[in-house]
């Protein structure tokens, strides 16, 4: 049975276990799912109309030499093509946020967003211009620089959303929170427009404190995995 406890600031879903009880400060969560059936699950699943993703590909990418990473090549492909392959499935459109390169995004055929700061104000504002482009729907977020996103990652994110009252659900890979894979209400729209107004937001801490809800990811917690640096880019063995 599914319950909700806080840590750290935030709501965290987990599942309740017979001896949980005997450990109410460790709330546990339940075993990880099959992958076989999450996949058929996902599969039957038909996205919701209100709800659209965003790939932030707006990052600075200082440490790739200023390079807009979603064009850094990865195993022979760059990372925006692995990002579409694994988002677009899990929603009912897509979008893309970046400050550049605006035209060749657009050449993949998703609309591509920008934000009306001059400043860099975070990925936050590629969020924002998601609420602003896509109005009273739900925004799906993920890096594009994740090339193993979580191909079942709207729908965890879905279930542990509706089983609450939180406006937001991010995801947790087992060790650190990942803020930026996430699924957030309608409700957040303005508010998140007024905070910007006001300048650039810790990503971590603005989640927390809506009181966004975590959601257990720790069975496939390589998917996560960002390309950061050069030396990101070594060929590892594909994901599922």
Partial sequence: MGFLSRQGGFVVHCVRTRDSRHHHDKPKVGPAPNPQT???T??????????????????????????????????????????????????????????????????LGFPVLTDPHRDYRGPL??????????????????????????????????QALEASTAPAAIAHDGERLQPLFALLRPVLADRLDRELARGALAVGRWF??????????????RAFANINTPEDLQPSPPGP
């Fill in 38 to 40: 999450r996949m058929e």
């Fill in 125 to 158: 504002a590629g969020i924002a211009a998601a609420f602003n482009a896509f109005p009273g729907h739900e925004i799906l977020c993920a890096p594009v620089d994740a090339p193993e996103l979580p191909r079942d990652l709207e729908r965890r994110l879905r």
């Fill in 208 to 221: 927390r404190e809506v009181g966004a809800l975590t959601v257990d990811f720790s069975d496939q917690p």
């Fill in 42 to 107: 996902q599969a039957m699943q038909t996205p919701p109309e209100t709800l659209a993703a965003v790939i932030l590909a707006g990052g600075q990418g200082r440490r790739m030499g200023g390079r807009n990473k979603g064009w850094v090549e990865y195993r022979g492909r760059p990372l925006i093509e692995y990002a579409i392959e694994r988002l677009r499935p899990q929603t009912a459109q897509l979008a893309i946020s970046s400050n550049t390169d605006i035209d060749r995004y657009r050449a």
